[in-house]
């Protein structure tokens, strides 16, 4: 996977993943989460290492 530099030397993946549905019960925003973390791990064997995040999701528990 490529990667930038940024303006203070950390190189970042260029291609990230969103987690705002990761975990959830029907992969659907605001339900209760399921209690796996299958898209974490199918990302991270695919090669991802970016993941966007916010507390808002509520995946913490999934993600983390």
Do not use: C
Request: negative net charge; proline residues 3%.
């Amino acid at each position: 996977m490529l990667n930038i530099t940024l303006e203070n030397g950390v190189e970042m993946p260029i291609i990230g993943s969103g987690t705002n549905t990761f975990g959830l019960v029907d992969n659907t925003y605001g339900n209760p989460l399921r209690g796996d973390s299958l898209e974490v791990d199918m990302a991270i064997e695919n090669g991802y290492r970016h993941f966007d995040t916010a507390q808002i999701y509520g995946t913490e528990g999934v993600v983390g």
